[in-house]
């Protein structure tokens, strides 16, 4: 299974921003896909999942509200979209799945993409 992360770049405070992360080499549709970030100096932290079929995400709390979590099946791909961007969201961003239900800890996806780099700027 391959992960293939992409849409970061440098915005502007306050502009939104999509990252999508692309699968491949396996049923994309049996997948919890979850998306994590590491900032500059800090360790990599959740910021959301969804099960293979769809249901009720999961946010962390510092997302809720600005980022959204979705997946196209039909397209193997997942999408984070991200609105109301804060310099403080300035990080690598990775895609990750696992088979099962939806997990918080990096340790339970079997599967990484390459990561995308997002820089707000204020």
């Known amino acids: 299974v391959q992960l293939q992360a992409s849409g970061g770049g440098l915005v502007q405070a306050g502009v939104p921003l999509r990252l999508s992360c692309a699968v491949s080499?396996?049923?994309?549709?049996?997948?919890?896909m979850g998306w994590f970030r590491q900032a500059p100096g800090k360790e990599r932290e959740f910021i959301c999942a969804?099960?293979?079929?769809?249901?009720?995400?999961v946010y962390a709390n510092f997302v809720k509200g600005r980022f959204t979590i979705s997946r196209d099946n039909a397209k193997n791909t997942a999408y984070l979209q991200m609105n109301s961007l804060k310099p403080e969201d300035t990080a690598v961003y990775y895609c990750?799945?696992?088979?099962?239900?939806?997990?918080?800890?990096?340790?339970?996806?079997?599967?990484w993409g390459q990561g995308t780099e997002v820089t707000v700027s204020s």
């Open positions: 080499g396996s049923t994309f549709s049996g997948y919890t």
């Open positions: 990750a799945a696992r088979f099962g239900s939806i997990s918080l800890l990096e340790s339970q996806y079997d599967y």
């Open positions: 969804i099960r293979w079929n769809g249901g009720t995400p």
